[in-house]
């Protein structure tokens, strides 16, 4: 095992290159032993100023994509259905909202007109605590916001899926005149970005509906920040406008997790410019393929959202490579993950991918009554076991937690660095300080 050397020159890199990742809010900075070879680091260039909010929003909603500014289509008599996303993104939502609302009440719409609905699709409710610090004290006051509930008896129905299953959204948006969605612009495993028509499907529709589209086109010929051809992304978009989602408003996030811009607008055309601008700030070319890639889940912090880095990691790390995963858990794993993680491991060892597509297209779990997001992050651990070793580096999750998904755990990235050495001595090395956020591409 070669010696580690801190201050190195590393191959690739000029002599002031600083090797770090994200964890948490923090830059964690590492050195690599003698013998490494950097390829690439993803490191973005930060904005020197924080965008403001106040305006971007105001201007987006003064200059609509492909629609009308919403004074010249709304009425003070008509029921506005606002759909917002939940507290799993740290999107700028509250200012926007209030910008919103502003609006909302410069038209003469009364507060008693208003409903917002978090679009939970199939996470967690919000608490109360929650609420007030997701969206305000004020408007939690001032209006009627609620969860939205997938399991709920009175959802209305708005289309079917190819297969003919039927899709029903929240009965409010439904009932309301008009529904603004709002959301954020990032990378997204499936739907290639975050934002636009996710915000109706899944986020205020049916259980049944949302597990069926996630299993039948999960990590099938889909590609990290595309939009077309992408058949989980047209269909979400199919059913926001069967579900006649009227009017959006997303943030653009940057590789920080930071605001860069608000769009508004039609759900598709506006959410399409905001990609394209996402997709400017976050892509980055690979020259290669590397032994080991080192790579954050920064901006994710829920257990099992850390798990969606695997992705972009497998795309510039060599078959039969390591990928050293870290990122900062703010929260334990779902009851039953971990044990239906362990279990598939060991049911399906040899053929761990097929097993797993088998699964989804049979309909199965695999975590038995699980919500989708939770087989969704299972599938992403199966997927990268069947190509790469997995080193974890989380000081939060323990290490027989680690284990229990098949990852070897590390104590420290320094720690991590080493374990991947002993595998391969002299490797060629990625780094990606903030992989949640990144669409790798390769020359």
């Not at 029903?168 to 603004?180: K, P, T």
């Not at 779902?334 to 362990?342: H, I, S, V, W």
């Amino acid at each position: 095992m070669p010696g580690f050397k801190p201050g190195l020159l590393y191959h690739g890199l000029s002599p002031m290159k600083d090797l770090y990742i994200r964890y948490g809010h923090k830059k964690l900075f590492f050195d690599v032993p003698e013998g490494f070879n950097i390829l690439d680091v993803a490191d973005f260039e930060d904005n020197p100023v924080l965008s403001d909010t106040k305006n971007l929003t105001i201007n987006a909603l003064d200059n609509p994509v492909d629609a009308l500014p919403l004074e010249k289509q709304l009425r003070p008599s008509d029921r506005i259905a606002i759909l917002i996303e939940d507290n799993t993104r740290n999107s700028p939502k509250k200012e926007i909202l209030k910008h919103l609302l502003e609006r909302l009440a410069r038209i003469s719409i009364p507060e008693s007109n208003i409903i917002i609905i978090v679009a939970l699709g199939t996470h967690e409710a919000l608490t109360s605590k929650e609420m007030i610090m997701t969206y305000g004290e004020e408007v939690i006051n001032d209006y009627t916001i609620i969860n939205h509930d997938p399991l709920s008896p009175d959802l209305m129905p708005v289309g079917k899926l190819v297969s003919g299953t039927v899709v029903r959204i929240n009965r409010l948006a439904y009932e309301a005149d008009f529904r603004i969605g709002i959301g954020s612009i990032f990378p997204h495993p499936l739907n290639g970005f975050g934002g636009g028509g996710k915000i109706m499907f899944p986020g205020i529709s049916n259980f049944d509906a949302i597990l069926e589209h996630h299993m039948r086109y999960a990590f099938r010929k889909i590609v990290l920040g595309g939009l077309t051809p992408n058949p989980f992304y047209e269909e979400v978009t199919a059913l926001a406008s069967a579900g006649r989602l009227d009017f959006i408003i997303n943030s653009v996030l940057d590789h920080n997790d930071n605001l860069y811009n608000v769009v508004a607008g039609h759900p598709v055309n506006a959410h399409t410019k905001g990609a394209g601008i996402c997709k400017k700030l976050v892509s980055k070319t690979f020259k290669n393929r590397a032994d080991i890639t080192i790579i954050s889940a920064f901006p994710y912090t829920q257990a099992t959202q850390l798990m969606k880095p695997l992705e972009p990691a497998s795309i510039i790390t060599k078959e039969q490579g390591v990928i050293i995963l870290t990122g900062k858990c703010t929260s334990a794993f779902r009851m039953g993950y971990l044990d239906a993680c362990l279990a598939f491991r060991e049911k399906y060892k040899g053929r761990l991918k097929e097993a797993l597509f088998d699964f989804f297209n049979s309909g199965q779990r695999i975590i038995s009554g699980g919500a989708p997001e939770l087989n969704m992050s299972i599938a992403q651990v199966i997927l990268a076991l069947e190509s790469y070793r997995v080193i974890l580096f989380s000081g939060e999750v323990p290490q027989d937690d680690a284990e229990k998904l098949g990852f070897i755990s590390a104590a420290t990235i320094e720690d991590a660095i080493h374990k991947s050495a002993q595998f391969i001595p002299y490797p060629t090395v990625n780094v990606v300080p903030s992989g949640g956020v990144i669409i790798p591409e390769l020359e």
